[in-house]
């Protein structure tokens, strides 16, 4: 039982550019969300899935992209990089949307943008 | 717009005192909250938590204590050790509409000396 995989777990890109943050659990979870972190702002929902095919923004979605095709998968799409969005990414993971579920976090992404 | 404040940003422990980081909400709707721990390189993890029905919730060295009235929650970690030494986060359940998401205050370092 892996958890929460996040793939990679580093990355540079130059503005503009265009890449996809990866995001798998083997728990057979309904519910998967991003989140960035940035200093002094704790971490910001980006944005959220409560099931496969089923996708919904957080508090800080513009210039990110999501979709939901399988229970496992929930990959981050970031359209044209910006130098806003250097921060680390983690992505989530609970049984139901509904708490006390436990939330499940992967062990991060740290993007760079120059 | 911050809905949970966290303080203090940072604090410093000597081994075998006791760590104190309180959060403060806005929000009377929310009714879930947990605290999370995170060490360098590592994604959060759910450490422990409480609904507002209850004043105050003990797991080991960690407690956590609610204040309804006040709006206010904190986290107690008694007789500190170095390995407690990591990034503490409170949170706070809320809905909206058809979701169920988390609000994280903005994160309290703690180091633990010996």
């Known amino acids: 039982n892996a958890g929460v995989t996040q793939t990679p777990k580093f990355q540079v890109l130059k503005t503009g550019q265009s890449m996809t943050l990866q995001c798998a659990q083997d728990m057979n979870h309904e519910y998967m969300s991003w989140y960035r972190q940035d200093p002094g702002m704790g971490l910001r929902l980006i944005h959220y899935s409560v099931g496969a095919g089923i996708t919904d923004q957080g508090e800080v979605p513009n210039g990110y992209n999501v979709s939901r095709s399988t229970t496992e998968d929930f990959p981050l799409r970031l359209l044209s990089a910006a130098p806003s969005q250097t921060s680390v990414y983690f992505c989530?993971?609970?049984?139901?949307?509904?708490?006390?579920?436990?939330?499940?976090f992967g062990p991060g992404t740290r993007l760079t943008v120059l | 717009q911050q809905q949970v404040k966290q303080s203090p940003q940072s604090l410093i422990v000597q081994k075998g005192g006791i760590s104190i980081i309180n959060c403060a909400y806005e929000?009377?709707?929310?009714?879930?909250f947990p605290w999370y721990q995170q060490f360098p390189g590592k994604g959060p993890a759910l450490l422990i938590a409480?609904?507002?029905?209850?004043s105050e919730k003990k797991e080991g060295r960690f407690t956590i204590s609610f204040n309804k009235s006040a709006k206010q929650f904190s986290l107690h970690i008694m007789d500190s050790q170095p390995g407690d030494s990591a990034t503490y986060f409170c949170a706070a359940r809320g809905n909206t509409g058809t979701a169920s998401k988390l609000t994280f205050g903005t994160g309290t370092r703690l180091q633990v000396t010996l």
């Open positions: 409480i609904r507002p029905d209850v």
């Open positions: 929000n009377t709707a929310f009714d879930y």
């Open positions: 989530a993971s609970r049984k139901a949307q509904w708490f006390p579920n436990e939330q499940f």
